[in-house]
């Protein structure tokens, strides 16, 4: 009898190791699944998370509205226009100097044949401004941001220049500016303190020509972002899938023979 109880109680415990090697359902089925989980699948993000929207480039975007203009204008329309308008300012300044050039002789001739020259510079570099904006070549905007430059300089100097010959005095001031002008025709023209508005007008440029370096700087960077942009979107676009899906290398270090 007890023999028969240890005969059954050996046959249970080899049925019970038999059913514990074999695989469940679940395990099987779970095993099955695992080759086949997509990469997206095991992804920390939730699975309502849309995908990442990639960044599409726009030239008319408001970013690109000129500051300057209070956001009228874009920058490479501000940048024609302000070509335009300081052409025109230069030549306005031209006739006014030859007008009190032939009718009071208020200054020598230098002083047209000095405008004549920056206001031909003024065209070329406005001309190649306006063709670098046309066909999207950045690199042609600086002529014209260094001679806008100049000109900042030009007219800083002229006031520092006005301002600190009135810290000498009268006597001073006439005898330095007696060399490029008329002390007593200027007197009657802009007033006994013809050195004060000199100045006054001297910084007035310079703070327009200051306004339009900025827009101008502004045109060139757009066309710079223009210029990578457009040579971006020709890239084939990056499927990050990809990534995932490469096989994990196995680098063995050491040699052979010593295995």
């Keep these: ?11 249970k415990i080899e049925e019970k190791q038999d059913e514990s090697q074999l695989p469940t359902s679940s395990s099987a089925s779970s095993n099955e699944s695992e080759p086949n989980k997509s990469p997206i699948s095991s992804s920390p993000l939730p699975p309502s998370t849309p995908p990442p929207s990639f960044y599409q480039y726009d030239p008319d975007d ?11 204008l874009h920058y490479r329309d501000a940048a024609v226009i302000v070509g335009i308008f300081e052409v025109l300012m230069i030549t ?7 007008n009190f050039y032939i009718g009071i002789r208020l200054f020598g001739i230098w002083a047209p044949l000095l405008l004549s020259a920056i206001l031909c510079i003024a065209i070329g570099t406005t001309v190649i ?42 006597e001073s001031t006439h005898w330095i500016f007696s060399h490029f002008v008329r002390v007593d025709k200027m007197e009657q023209v802009a007033g006994p303190i013809w050195p004060f508005n000199i100045a006054i007008l001297s910084f007035s440029g310079a703070a327009l020509g200051i306004w339009f370096d900025v827009i101008v700087r502004g045109c060139y960077d757009y066309l710079l972002d223009k210029e ?11 499927d990050i899938c990809d990534f ?15 295995r």
């Design 1 to 11: 009898m007890l023999s028969n109880n240890i005969v059954e109680n050996e046959n």
């Design 129 to 170: 401004m306006i063709y670098g904006i046309k066909t999207e070549q950045p690199q042609l905007l600086w002529p014209q941001i260094y001679f806008l430059k100049l000109e900042i300089s030009l007219l800083l100097a002229g006031a520092v220049f006005s301002i600190s010959s009135m810290c000498l005095g009268m």
């Design 62 to 72: 408001e970013f690109y509205m000129a500051p300057p203009t209070c956001q009228f």
């Design 228 to 238: 990578y942009f457009s040579q971006t979107s020709n890239q084939p676009p990056i």
């Design 92 to 98: 306005g300044t031209l006739f006014g100097s030859l």
């Design 244 to 258: 995932s899906r490469e096989k994990p290398k196995t680098i063995i270090i050491g040699n052979e023979d010593n």
